[in-house]
Every structure is written in structure tokens, then in C-alpha cells.
């Protein structure tokens, strides 16, 4: 199957460093072959991380898989969820491998096992986040229909139904000729494939398939090949199955019979298993060595304070907010957003003690990029870490940072993160309070105000920007997930954590230069 996996944190995307720690560490002159599941962060860590290997010499293939059948044929750019099917994807292309393909060959037959699965879930209970209190959205005597794998709510809340009824409910709808997700018609093949959650016993998944099976074959005209029973790919603690159907024939069912030594296929193998851990070198976060940080010693200048306490104002603030950004985040996403925000500001007052030229602003921003791509995970770290590189890109082509070139930065960040995120003014996303202040910000340096004035003016248009997140349908995101009805009233997380620390900068950058002036 797999040669390497990489975690990142829980429900998260790993950084890019990571993943091309693995890359560098497995592959060999043949190439590698990346399987990713379809979240938004995965897509842009794993696809950064790939173009950095291509850059290093080494032969990058990628596959995305998108199972999910729970949900309407999906508005925005977000796509199908990638879910328990990745791991059928993850058997016939480690078994093509095996063979000796080439690595065009093993991922054109990855592309092709992604392209005839379908997948959907079902909860009985809301999986516990590490150190936060369980959600209580669903009740004793209710089951969660088509969630995803990173606790986020359902397609639908209904009543607790027996057995059998949950499983015609969630065939139908893989099986759906109006969505069409999945490429079967009666008289072909099927491989079954009932995955545990983390807490559902073996004995109730058994008690699924014997449902399912049947009911495949009578009711469909469906062979079932082959059946897999087990917990496979999970969400925690949660309490519940996914069911999913593949598309099968001869040469997948060559490759998922194909003998494995990965412990947890539900086949037995020969031989021992491969080892669990071997040295992988890290290579250094920073980007910029040790030696070369001489400006710790170096005296301030007053733009160097101005920075300075407005870096650490944004920073407390993010802090202060973490609960808050969670428990918004409970209901739209999966209820982290805060716990990474969190990360990210902690850790940019550690690093902002020794590591940022605050006289140079062009650098600090660079390395608080850096800081970022270290600590935060998903896609809230790979977004801001874009934010800070094209940032720095635009600040260092000036010899004197003034407003307007603060202005023309900010303006370069949202085109970047905009670019590789795909969202827009109105996906609710970041961006919603990020482009109004730039409108803001540009207007007002235009008519003449001062850099302050100009300055509050754009956070007081971020801080709106924000809140009319509230009335935004998600076309971006996990929250593109949700049904809309669930998200009325609630704002985006992450548009509310951006107009945050934008504020908190305005007001430090006023306060400290009216302390100035006094």
C-alpha cells in the first residue's frame, strides 16, 4: 500500500516541510505518487510541497480523490470530500507499484480506482477534539447523515432508525442516478468496503454488511466481488460507519488480492511487518540561519516599534479570541480554527523576541511567514504563509515602506491567497474582511488622509466585512459543506480572526505614535 503517511495536527493538513520531509525520505528513481483526499488544505500543502520536489530533481505524480455521496453535486470550488474510499485507492495503487508500473502507469490506475467509488457516513455520536468539550449537536436518540471525517456536521440530524433502514437510505444515495456520483449500472460488479469510525465494534459493522450485501444484490443487480470489513479510516471517537462501493474488474480485483504487509488490511499477508520509524532529516524551518540574526542587537528604529507593537497587539488579541474562533468554528468547520490561530500568534511572540528584523519590514513579514509554516497546520497555515511570501515579495522591491507600500501589499497578499485558494469577495472566507479593508485602505490614502486615519478606516471596513459573513452562503471551505440554514447567523471563523488582528494592528499603530507624539 502506502510507503510513507504524514500526519499533520488533529483534523488538519501537514505543513509542507513535512511532506517533503516523506518525499525525500521513500522516493526512489522511479518517482513518487501522492494520494490526496479532497480538503483544501491538503490540496495546497501537498500540491506546494510537490513543486518544491519537482524543483529538487524528483518525478511528482499527484492524485485527488473526492468520494463523498452525501451531499448535492457541490457549488463553489471545494469539490467532493475525499473519505474512506481513499483507502481502495491507497490498495490498487501500491500494488500497481508493486508490479514494477511506471509512475505514469500506477497513477493512471489511482485516477481510474478514484473515479468508481462512492462513499457516505453515517454518526451516532460527535467525535472529542484533544482538551475540548463535546460538541452537543446531536441528541441520544439522533444519527448524523453524510458528515465527513474531521467532525464537521452532516448532510442531515434525524431520528435513531434500526439498522437496515440506515443502510437503503445510504446505498440509495450512493447509488443515485440523479447525482450520478458513482459510474454502476445493474449487472455489473461491486467491491464493498464497511469502515468503522473509531468507536463502532466489529459486530455492528458486521450487522451492516449483512444488510448491505443482500441488498446490493437484490435490489440492484450489483455482484458483490469482495467485502472488507473493519475500521479502515476514522474520526476519532466517533461512533458510526461509511459505506463504500468500487466500481470493480479483473485488474482491480488483481490489485486489491495483491498480497500487503501494511498490519491493518483486513487480509492476511505473509512476511514481516516494515519497520515503523526510520531517520528522516528535518530541514530548517527559519529562512534565515542563525548566524545571519544579528538584529536582535540592533536599537529600534521607531518604524521598528510601530511594528513591533502592532505584530504583538494582533498576536494577543488572536489569543484572546481562541475560544471563541472554536466555538464558531463547532458549528461551521471542524472547531479548530481558534486552537490554530492560537498556535500561530504563540508562537509569533516567541519567534518576534530573537528572530524578526523589526527595522526591516520587508523581512519581518518574510519571517513571520516562516513562523507560520512551522507551527500551523491546514489550511489556515499554508493560506497565511502564501499571505506573508507575497507580502514580503511586494515590501522588498522598496527602498522606504510608507503606506502606500503597506497598502500595495496587502492588496498582493489577498491576489495570492486568492489565487492558489481559488476564493473570492463573497465565498466566506478570510478574504471577505481582508478585500474590504484593502478597498478601504487604497480610498482613503487616494482622498488624502493620513496613514492612521487611513488605517482605522480599513479595519472598521474588515470588522464589517466579517460580520457580513453571517448572511454569506460558503462556496469555499469546509462550511461549503454545511447546509446553509446551519451556518445563518454564525460568522466565518476565519474572516473574523483576520479582521481581528487587522484591528488590533490599526489601533496599536495609532496609539503608539499618538504616545509618540505626546
Known sequence: MLTAAVSGDVFASPPVDSILAAIRAVTGTMGCLLIIKNYTGDRLNFGLAAEQAKSEGYKIEMVIVGDDCALPPPRGIAGRRGLAGTILVHKVAGAAADAGLSLADVAAEAKHASEAIGTMGVALSVCTLPGQVTSDRLGPNQIELGLGIHGESGAAVVELQPVDVVIEHVLKQILSQETQYLPITR?????LLINGLGATPIMELMIAAR???PELQLEYGIAVDRVYTGTFMTSLDMAGLSITIMRSDENILQRLDAPTKAPAWPVGSEGNRPPTKFPVPVPPSPSMKDDEILFQHQELSKQGRILEAAIEASAKEIIDLKDSLNEWDSKVGDGDCGTTMYRGATAILEDMKSRYPMNDAAGTINEIGATIRKVMGGTSGILYDILCKAAYASLKQSTTITAYEWADALEASIAAVSKYGGAS?????????????????KQSLKAGDDPVTAFIASSEAASAGAESTKQMQAKAGRSSYIAPDLLASIPDPGAMAAATWYRAAALSVKNKLHASES
Open 187 to 191: 449487472g455489473s460488479n461491486a467491491v
Open 425 to 441: 469577495a463573497g465565498y466566506r472566507t478570510m478574504l471577505d474582511a481582508l478585500i474590504p479593508a484593502s478597498t478601504v485602505l
Open 211 to 213: 444488510k448491505a450485501v
